[in-house]
T-cell receptor, first 114, second 113 residues
Framework: DGGITQSPKYLFRKEGQNVTLSCEQNLNHDAMYWYRQDPGQGLRLIYYSQIVNDFQKGDIAEGYSVSREKKESFPLTVTSAQKNPTAFYLCASTIERGTTDTQYFGPGTRLTVL | SQQGEEDPQALSIQEGENATMNCSYK?????LQWYRQNSGRGLVHLIL?????REKHSGRLRVTLDTSKKSSSLLITASRAADTASYFC?????????????FGAGTQVVVTP
């Protein structure tokens, strides 16, 4: 099966801890994206990457970091600097970089800070 | 503020009825897309309409785009209980070469049997 996988599905973190959310795709897509969704709201872009070893800040990058060492993987680290990290995190990808076509989404990770 | 704004925020209908939701945006776009999200899940792409298109159909879905009014509508005909979900419009801004989309806050649709 081709698709995007995110793990874990649920994640609990204590205040002051860094956590890393996994995003893997076997679609051979060039571009990958991380979004944050808060209850009753739309998606806000955290980071995006068009190519391996390159990524750009989105609208709400503060307190987050990413890496893109492999085409199929785009992990997101939520650092202790993120003031309000409790949210639903979604990873997405598109076939070709530089295009604004369909984005394919993973199932999401729900992060809760205790 | 968000580029896309959906209206209404919530919609409750009975099976068999049609559901219509609207999306307004502020700046010129390359295309506009509609996505569906079931509770606690990822988004699923429904349909993409380009700025030079006015109407598009896919199964029971009909999307219109009016670039002069900077608005789009999504019509779901003969709704089913399985259509219960949140629906989001997303705009791809003209001139954006990074493939970014801007999402609205969504319309929550409940279809009762």
């Amino acid at each position: 099966d081709g698709g995007i996988t995110q793990s874990p599905k649920y994640l609990f973190r204590k205040e002051g801890q860094n956590v890393t959310l996994s995003c893997e795709q076997n679609l051979n897509h060039d571009a990958m994206y991380w979004y944050r969704q808060d209850p009753g709201q739309g998606l806000r872009l955290i980071y995006y990457s068009q190519i391996v070893n390159d990524f750009q800040k989105g609208d709400i990058a503060e307190g987050y970091s990413v890496s893109r060492e492999k085409k199929e993987s785009f992990p997101l680290t939520v650092t202790s600097a993120q003031k309000n990290p409790t949210a639903f995190y979604l990873c997405a990808s598109t076939i070709e970089r530089g295009t604004t076509d369909t984005q394919y989404f993973g199932p999401g990770t729900r992060l809760t800070v205790l | 503020s968000q580029q896309g704004e959906e209206d209404p925020q919530a919609l409750s209908i009975q099976e068999g009825e049609n559901a219509t939701m609207n999306c307004s945006y502020k700046t010129s776009i390359n295309n506009l897309q509609w996505y569906r999200q079931n509770s606690g899940r990822g988004l699923v792409h429904l349909i993409l309409i380009r700025s030079n298109e006015r109407e598009k159909h896919s199964g029971r879905l009909r999307v219109t785009l009016d670039t002069s009014k900077k608005s789009s509508s999504l019509l779901i005909t003969a709704s089913r209980a399985a259509d219960t979900a949140s629906y989001f419009c997303a705009t791809a801004l003209r001139g954006d070469s990074w493939g970014k989309l801007q999402f609205g806050a969504g319309t929550q649709v409940v279809v009762t049997p």
